[in-house]
């Protein structure tokens, strides 16, 4: 599975990806912000997109939105890892239409669970 | 700056417009009384200088407000060359808290990846080990049940001599690379040092821009300006996109509209049908 992780600090992608691959998820990719990140989804074939929410350029939300709207990508899983946690926020990320939402700090379980209970659903 | 703010006997703030309207208050109950007894040349007089008494207020006032700004951006040590548009800032505090603050960044940035690339170096030999560690055991209760064969015996004898060598050079190396990490976490003493300096800066910075905003107040009452309230349009709209703003981690859990964790994220999903 191909997957993208899209976070403004190398050090936090580089935890995600660790964990990733610990899960068996070797074909990762990384971007550091939606402006970048948003033309790699359209070219490449990703199967899921991991992203975090306050980027400079183009944030999470709007790298969201972006995907919902794109006739090719609408349906790509997406998961929010973010320190962002009004519910306001979480509630905004939810009609844009989220797939999975996890708070920064998080631990390893907490990423796994929203992992597998996202491709649970999305089959 | 602070003596432009009067502390009265009792300890409370005595608004320095308060000479001013009892002076206003004065020229009222004698205009009055020059209307009624119909002395309107003296009311008209009257009139003027209550009018002059306001503006001399005011334009002082705006006086003190600016000198508060001047001394505000002297105690912020903010060296701005303010002939140009926009002013250049070269040296001042302000300048150097950000300088000092993308230290801290690059500092804890560092750390991190150092101790990763550590733990990315020691954790394939801490498997390796346990994988050979393993495969072992599993010979050894075979030699202990007696169902290895003299040649199988030779290869073990040789394997275990091997992972005995291996077992040393690797805990060494691992040994090393935890020390390492221990020694990468020094960052946070010199980050820590940095911070606090910034800290005592913005508590400065904070403590003369109360000042200067109780100035403005006292000059906005003056001039009759209406401070903005919780009901203004603007505010309304501001107060709005503060709900939806980035802000990066909540420091305070308890805060109102804020989840204190992964749980309550759950909960908040889970009622919205996720």
Same mark, same amino acid.
């Given at each position: 599975?191909?997957? #993208?992780?899209?976070?403004?600090?190398?050090?936090?992608?580089?935890?995600?990806? %660790?964990? #990733?691959?610990?899960?068996?998820?070797?074909?990762?990719?990384?971007?550091?912000?939606?402006?970048?990140?948003?033309?790699?989804?359209?070219?490449?074939?990703?199967?899921? #997109?991991?992203?975090?929410?306050?980027?400079?350029?183009?944030?999470?939300?709007?790298?969201?939105?972006?995907?919902?709207?794109?006739?090719?990508?609408?349906?790509?899983?997406? #998961?929010?890892?973010?320190?962002?946690?009004?519910?306001?926020?979480?509630?905004?990320?939810?009609?844009?239409?989220? %797939?999975?939402?996890?708070?920064?700090?998080?631990?390893?379980?907490?990423?796994?669970?929203?992992?597998?209970?996202?491709?649970?659903?999305?089959? | 700056? &602070?003596?432009?703010?009067?502390?009265?006997?009792?300890?409370?703030?005595?608004?320095?417009? $308060?000479?001013?309207?009892?002076?206003?208050?004065?020229?009222?109950?004698?205009?009055?009384?020059?209307?009624?007894?119909?002395?309107?040349?003296?009311?008209?007089?009257?009139?003027? @200088?209550? =009018?002059?008494?306001?503006?001399?207020?005011?334009?002082?006032?705006?006086?003190?407000?600016? *000198?508060?700004?001047?001394? &505000?951006?002297?105690?912020?040590?903010?060296?701005?060359?303010?002939?140009?548009?926009?002013?250049?800032?070269?040296?001042?505090?302000?300048?150097?808290?950000? $300088?000092?603050?993308?230290?801290?960044?690059?500092?804890?940035?560092?750390?991190?990846?150092?101790?990763?690339?550590?733990?990315? /170096?020691?954790?394939?030999?801490? &498997?390796?080990?346990?994988?050979?560690?393993?495969?072992? *055991?599993? /010979?050894? +209760?075979?030699?202990?049940?007696?169902?290895?064969?003299?040649?199988?015996? *030779?290869?073990?004898?040789?394997?275990? @001599?091997?992972?005995?060598?291996?077992? /040393?050079?690797?805990?060494? *190396?691992?040994?090393? @690379?935890?020390?390492?990490?221990?020694?990468?976490?020094?960052?946070?003493?010199?980050?820590?040092?940095?911070?606090?300096? =910034?800290?005592?800066?913005?508590?400065? =910075?904070?403590?003369?821009? =109360?000042?200067?905003?109780?100035?403005?107040?006292?000059?906005?009452?003056?001039?009759?300006?209406?401070?903005?309230?919780?009901?203004?349009?603007?505010?309304?709209?501001?107060?709005?996109?503060?709900?939806?703003? &980035?802000?990066?981690?909540?420091?305070?859990?308890?805060?109102?509209?804020?989840? +204190?964790?992964?749980?309550?994220?759950?909960?908040?999903?889970?009622?919205?049908?996720?």
């Amino acid at each position: 599975m191909k997957i #993208l992780i899209v976070d403004d600090f190398s050090t936090m992608r580089r935890i995600i990806k %660790n964990l #990733l691959r610990d899960l068996g998820f070797t074909n990762t990719h990384e971007a550091d912000d939606g402006v970048t990140a948003l033309p790699m989804l359209k070219s490449g074939d990703f199967q899921f #997109l991991v992203t975090d929410w306050n980027m400079p350029g183009m944030t999470g939300i709007d790298l969201l939105r972006a995907v919902r709207s794109d006739e090719k990508l609408a349906t790509l899983p997406v #998961l929010m890892v973010t320190a962002e946690a009004k519910r306001d926020q979480i509630i905004e990320a939810a009609q844009a239409g989220v %797939n999975g939402y996890v708070v920064k700090p998080f631990t390893a379980q907490a990423l796994k669970e929203k992992i597998e209970k996202i491709f649970e659903r999305v089959g | 700056m &602070a003596s432009n703010i009067r502390i009265g006997s009792d300890n409370r703030l005595i608004n320095p417009n $308060s000479d001013l309207i009892a002076e206003l208050k004065l020229c009222a109950k004698l205009l009055t009384e020059k209307l009624q007894s119909d002395q309107f040349e003296d009311a008209s007089v009257l009139i003027q @200088s209550m =009018v002059q008494t306001r503006d001399h207020h005011m334009f002082q006032s705006v006086g003190k407000l600016t *000198r508060g700004l001047h001394n &505000a951006i002297v105690n912020f040590h903010v060296d701005a060359d303010l002939t140009k548009m926009p002013p250049q800032i070269a040296d001042s505090d302000i300048h150097d808290a950000s $300088s000092r603050l993308n230290y801290v960044m690059q500092l804890t940035q560092n750390a991190a990846d150092r101790t990763m690339d550590m733990v990315d /170096e020691a954790a394939p030999i801490a &498997a390796n080990l346990g994988q050979e560690a393993r495969v072992l *055991r599993a /010979e050894w +209760a075979r030699l202990k049940r007696r169902e290895m064969s003299a040649d199988e015996f *030779r290869g073990f004898y040789d394997r275990m @001599s091997d992972f005995l060598e291996q077992m /040393e050079v690797g805990t060494e *190396r691992l040994n090393k @690379s935890l020390q390492n990490i221990v020694l990468e976490q020094g960052f946070q003493d010199l980050t820590g040092q940095v911070l606090k300096r =910034v800290i005592g800066l913005i508590g400065d =910075v904070e403590k003369d821009l =109360v000042q200067l905003v109780l100035l403005a107040g006292h000059v906005e009452e003056v001039a009759g300006i209406a401070a903005p309230t919780a009901d203004d349009k603007e505010m309304k709209v501001l107060i709005e996109k503060r709900k939806h703003e &980035a802000e990066g981690p909540q420091i305070n859990k308890t805060r109102d509209n804020v989840v +204190a964790g992964q749980d309550e994220v759950d909960d908040l999903l889970s009622s919205l049908g996720f």
